[in-house]
């Protein structure tokens, strides 16, 4: 970490050419100040950009954006640890998630995932450009990276102030209003009375073998489930109890207790330095699963955690 | 386990025998255990610290005859000076590392048996890591022996099960850790830990462990970096996956020891 600013610009981009005008200069001018420089882009981008940038691609790191967006709190860790492993130089990326095929949940969750890069990397100096094609996105989406990106860059060369901005804080807790499927009626239920969670485990191992979930999901599965079920323990209000159903193609398992919780806002996304820091918990919980949830509000707490199949 | 055998033959007033080469002080599990040094039980003749090339070797070689020799004269001097019973241990894990070594032991064992086996005024603990043995050594010393003493569990909730281990000084843990077993977990890392030497912690039949105990380790790695910390043996694939997920450098102090499939 340099203690330089984050620069966090979005690129609207309408077409190669556009993508090209911005997202060139960009590169270049990191190679010219020996910046670590990456590009994770789609196949076709990386094309385009190798047929301009020439001889300079050699300096360029190129990863297949379809392989490296796949879970957003992984993600920020990859890039946090690659931060550290650069330092001193700077890391700068041109940096262009996928938005197609992704669920409305995913979406809020890749939403958010942009949003935190703000806190995350807030002292780290990385100059990183994310770009959209204003083509393919969805007006949600569009309205996430408005709300996500301090500068926009839009038709121009140079960068424009985004009024729409909204500080990470608040945009984690917008993404966390949002209503969650309840569970279906009927569903298996255990109540939760101690510390003591083998009578959990066996409960959800039993379920989980019998819609044959793999043994090493399962592994992930239970350390998480048992993280969330012994903070409601130390910290929530009893009666707590834990349910499991099938939603779609996925196991879901949630925790829920009637006690009001106000979480710390962006501790257990952001990569905890090490296993003593706050909030390592639910970061490695969240690291070990596909998607966990949390609803807190005057109705009790709700934490909802997501394995595919 | 060793540490107790003794201590209660000394605090019956028995003569303990003891065929090794550490010092009466260093005789595990004495200083550690019961906080006695046993130093001055050697000086008044109630304790005998034989070091094995005294204790069999005869014309430059090992012989358990020489053995058998040996104890039967400790034996008999133990019962001239009026002591009512004898207590013998030989600690035999350094032979069965070696060429011909696990024939020599069970020799040795059997004369320890014919000498101890018909008396009842002497007990004897052959202590051997089994790790050490191949499992034929170790069936035939099963056959040599009338009962098999496993080392005491320092823990055991039937979900968790904590047994010290001295060679290499550390726990091997077996089942469940969660939240419930956490003071139980620190308070026995702590009794195992010495700032001076490494801690290993034998994780083969460990089948579950939460986030939690996993910071318990980090945490306790940290105090522990004065000597080399704390060393993971054998964690299952999927305890090696998690811990690499969540990053090996979150755990500053933790050294991976045997059994891991990356490194």
New interface residues.
């Given amino acids: 970490m340099t203690g330089e600013t984050l620069v966090h610009r979005a690129l609207l981009y309408g077409g190669e050419e556009e993508f090209l005008a911005a997202a060139v200069p960009f590169l270049q001018e990191g190679l010219g100040e020996s910046d670590h420089v990456l590009a994770v882009v789609p196949p076709m981008n990386e094309i385009a950009l190798r047929d301009v940038l020439g001889t300079d691609m050699n300096s360029v790191v190129f990863i297949n954006s379809l392989d490296f967006y796949l879970h957003p709190v992984?993600t920020i860790?990859q890039y946090n640890?690659l931060v550290r492993e650069v330092a001193p130089r700077r890391l700068r990326a041109l940096a262009e998630p996928s938005w197609r095929g992704r669920s409305a949940a995913e979406m809020s969750e890749w939403g958010r995932y942009e949003s935190i890069v703000n806190a995350a990397f807030g002292r780290s100096g990385a100059q990183v450009i994310c770009p959209y094609d204003r083509r393919e996105i969805s007006p949600a989406i569009r309205e996430a990276c408005m709300s996500t990106h301090p500068e926009l860059l839009e038709g121009g060369y140079y960068p424009a102030y985004n009024t729409d901005y909204t500080v990470p804080e608040s945009f984690n807790a917008n993404v966390d209003r949002e209503p969650l499927v309840p569970a279906p009626p009927g569903t298996d239920r255990i109540l939760i009375e101690?510390?003591?969670?083998?009578a959990v485990?066996a409960f959800i191992s039993e379920r989980a073998s019998r819609r044959r979930m793999n043994?090493?999901d399962l592994?992930?599965l239970?350390?998480a489930a048992?993280?969330v079920a012994?903070n409601a323990?130390?910290h929530g209000t009893p009666p707590i109890e834990l349910m499991v159903w099938t939603q779609g193609d996925s196991l879901v398992c949630e925790v829920a207790d009637i006690g009001l919780w106000h979480p710390e806002e962006l501790v257990g996304f952001l990569?905890?330095?090490?296993?003593?820091s706050i909030g390592?918990?639910l970061w490695?919980?969240r690291?070990?699963v596909d998607l966990i949830q949390v609803r807190a509000g005057f109705h009790g707490t709700r934490v909802r955690i997501t394995t595919r199949l | 386990m060793l540490g107790d055998f003794v201590f209660a033959g000394l605090d019956a007033g028995e003569k303990i025998i003891c065929v090794t080469d550490t010092l009466p002080r260093f005789l595990p599990g004495l200083l550690t255990r019961h906080r006695i040094d046993a130093t001055p039980f050697a000086e008044a003749g109630h304790l005998s610290v034989i070091p094995w090339n005294k204790a069999c070797v005869r014309n430059g070689y090992c012989d358990p005859a020489q053995m058998a020799k040996t104890l039967e004269r400790e034996i008999t001097k133990a019962l001239d000076q009026k002591f009512r019973r004898v207590r013998i241990t030989a600690d035999m894990t350094w032979a069965a590392g070696l060429p011909g070594g696990s024939e020599f032991m069970l020799g040795c064992d059997q004369e320890v048996d014919s000498m101890v086996g018909p008396s009842t005024l002497a007990t004897a603990i052959c202590q051997v890591d089994r790790r050490g043995c191949t499992p034929g050594a170790l069936d035939a010393l099963r056959s040599t022996h009338e009962v098999l003493v496993e080392a005491n569990p320092e823990y055991d909730d039937g979900?968790l099960k904590m047994t010290r281990t001295y060679e290499p000084h550390g726990l091997r843990l077996e089942g469940?850790i969660?939240?419930?077993r956490h003071a139980a977990f620190t308070h026995t890392l702590t009794s195992v830990s010495d700032p001076r030497s490494e801690v290993h912690l034998e994780l083969t039949r460990l089948k579950?462990i939460?986030?939690?105990a996993?910071?318990l380790?980090?945490?306790h790695a940290?105090r522990l970096t004065r000597g080399n910390g704390l060393v993971l043996d054998n964690p299952s694939?999927?305890l090696e996956?998690?811990i690499q997920?969540?990053?090996f450098?979150?755990?500053?102090g933790i050294t991976r020891g045997h059994g891991w499939r990356n490194q």
């Fill in positions: 992984r860790a640890d101690s510390a003591d969670l083998c485990r043994p090493a592994n992930h239970l350390i048992n993280e012994t323990v130390t990569p905890p330095e090490n296993a003593n390592f918990g490695g919980a690291m070990l | 979900v469940e969660d939240s419930a579950f939460d986030l939690g996993l910071n380790i980090g945490t940290m694939p999927d996956m998690v997920m969540v990053g450098h979150r755990f500053p």
